[in-house]
């Protein structure tokens, strides 16, 4: 059933306006503030994080026990479906390049500069490393938003797809410092597999010999970033020359468009494979 999931989880994201109704976050986040503000929960990180993400991942487990025993188990597969939608990332990362793009092709430096802040949160203090942060945010969405969901979703099931977006939303949202530390520390740990065969994917579809030499070093690197390391084997396997003001400049981002598509062809092939044979 999970491979069905994945399937029907795209055809609603490309065809329907589902995704934005079902990735609701505020009574969530109204919790978080609420657990925040309160004195006894203020230097109990660990507790705040028991009851925004493990409470939540432990009812959604004993719902699908009850369901899994009703109708072959097929009652549950709307609850699948919905739950992985709502982890997937938030945002359209295309949608939020648009502008960007029309600004750069153009060479106005500086409302591309507006616009990557205003639609990416990326800031950058000249034009070449405006381009640079732009790729890191188009990598690192693409990876957070959706591969490192469906990775742990077809591992382990919905419970820990919504495990990592929960953190993903207290990492971000959160304004208690330990909590942010907290989650972001159990964050790394559920990026750290899901990173490494994504690079693993860009070698296969990109430039093999330049990725092997960035995972040469960083394979068992506990202390990189997921970030850091999809932005390097990213942009090794697609072989990004220096960032350049206009068309060339957004045939790079395109490059890494196509690099991701790529991947999440072989992702969906392994997927189909692993369905078949086991």
């Known amino acids: 059933m999970s491979f069905l999931v994945l399937l ?48 939540p991942v432990v009812v959604l487990a004993l719902l699908l026990v009850v369901l899994q025993s009703v109708a072959y188990g097929w009652l549950g597969l709307p609850v699948h479906v ?100 907290r989650a972001a520390q159990l964050h790394h740990a559920f990026d750290w597999v899901p990173v490494r065969l994504l690079a693993a994917s860009f070698a296969l579809v990109g430039n093999f010999v330049a990725v092997g030499r960035v995972m040469l070093h960083e394979l068992l690197n506990w202390n990189i970033s997921a970030a850091e390391l999809v932005t390097k084997t990213g942009q090794a396997a697609s072989e990004i020359p220096a960032p350049v003001i206009g068309a060339d400049g957004i045939a790079n981002l395109d490059s890494l468009w196509e690099l991701l598509l790529r991947s999440a062809l072989v992702w969906y092939a392994g997927f189909a494979l692993w369905t078949l044979l086991v």
């Open 82 to 181: 919905l739950v992985l939608i709502y982890s997937l990332g938030r945002g359209d990362v295309l949608a939020a390049l648009g502008p960007f793009r029309d600004a750069w092709r153009r060479g106005d430096n500086e409302a591309a500069s507006l616009v990557a802040e205003r639609d990416m949160g990326v800031l950058a203090e000249d034009g070449t490393q405006l381009l640079e942060d732009v790729q890191r945010y188009l990598l690192w969405q693409a990876y957070q938003s959706f591969f490192a969901v469906i990775f742990w979703y077809f591992l382990l099931g919905p419970v820990a797809a919504l495990s990592y977006r929960l953190l993903a939303l207290a990492v971000i949202h959160s304004k208690n410092p330990a909590v942010v530390e």
């Open 8 to 55: 029907l989880a795209v055809w609603i994201e490309k065809f329907s306006a589902l995704r934005q109704r079902i990735q609701r976050d505020g009574p969530w986040l109204r919790e978080l503030t609420k657990l925040e503000a309160s004195p006894r929960m203020s230097n109990r990180p660990w507790l705040v994080l028991v009851l925004l993400v493990l409470l």
